[in-house]
């Protein structure tokens, strides 16, 4: 697709339940990036994947975080046991990176909105 | 210490004004630098972004580097509302990037 595509827009869940966030690269783009922003604040990185291949996850609470971005698939990003600090837009962007020829711009998707009740 | 810091802000500059927006980073390997805008309830756009040291004009928009002092500015000349934004300065060090935490720009006519 032409623009990055993440669903869904909103999500609600009590705590302790299980969240799935999904998003769908640009066709083309090798990189995958999941960021979270809680209240219009930091921008977090989470994690990023090189085609279905983690490249960082150091931003990632690994005890209840995990991602994928399998081939074919839209990638996804999940959380068990959500707690209500969870509450946050969770964005993710798709590049094309062949080194500094490129602008390296990241194009994002609108974001998921995910509520903790 | 943050990766890359911003002034917090809010930040409010009358209209026609010149608005500076700072930004600090931690890594010396950091390769290239970007401006997003990100509207209240939207997704960041990119702006500007500068691999040099020096100045980088577009419009009413001018980024600033110094690599020596691991700083990177963005100014914005003649300040419209439309500017109003949370303007988002963002690293690249290895193809790994990442953000500040903003500022929120306020421009009042």
């Known amino acids: 697709g032409e623009e990055v595509a993440q669903t869904p827009k909103h999500l609600v869940r009590g705590e302790g339940q299980k969240a799935k966030l999904y998003c769908a690269p640009i066709?083309?783009?090798?990189?995958v990036f999941w960021y979270q922003q809680v209240l219009k604040n930091e921008f977090k990185f989470l994690i990023s994947?090189?085609?279905?291949?983690?490249?960082?996850e150091t931003g990632m609470p690994k005890e209840r975080f995990s991602a994928k971005c399998l081939p074919n698939s839209p990638c996804s990003l999940e959380i068990q046991a959500t707690k209500l600090e969870d509450s946050a837009v969770y964005f993710c962007?798709?590049?094309?990176?062949?080194?500094?020829?490129?602008?390296?711009?990241?194009?994002f998707g609108e974001g998921s909105r995910l509520t903790v009740l | 210490q943050k990766e890359v810091e911003q002034n917090s802000g809010p930040l409010s500059v009358p209209e026609g004004a010149i608005a500076s927006l700072n930004c600090t980073y931690s890594?010396?390997?950091?390769?290239?630098f970007f401006w997003y805008r990100q509207y209240s309830g939207k997704s960041p756009e990119l702006i500007m972004f500068?691999?040099?040291?020096g100045d980088k004009e577009d419009g009413r928009f001018t980024a600033q580097l110094n690599k020596a002092s691991q700083y990177v500015s963005l100014l914005i000349r003649d300040s419209q509302p439309s500017d109003s934004a949370t303007y988002l300065c963002?690293?690249?060090?290895?193809?790994?990037?990442?953000f500040g935490a903003g500022t929120r720009l306020t421009v009042k006519p």
């Open positions: 962007a798709s590049s094309q990176w062949p080194g500094l020829a490129s602008t390296g711009e990241l194009f």
């Open positions: 066709k083309g783009h090798s990189y």
């Open positions: 994947f090189q085609n279905e291949n983690v490249f960082d």
């Open positions: 890594d010396r390997g950091s390769q290239s």
């Open positions: 500068i691999y040099s040291n």
């Open positions: 963002a690293v690249n060090v290895d193809n790994d990037m990442r």
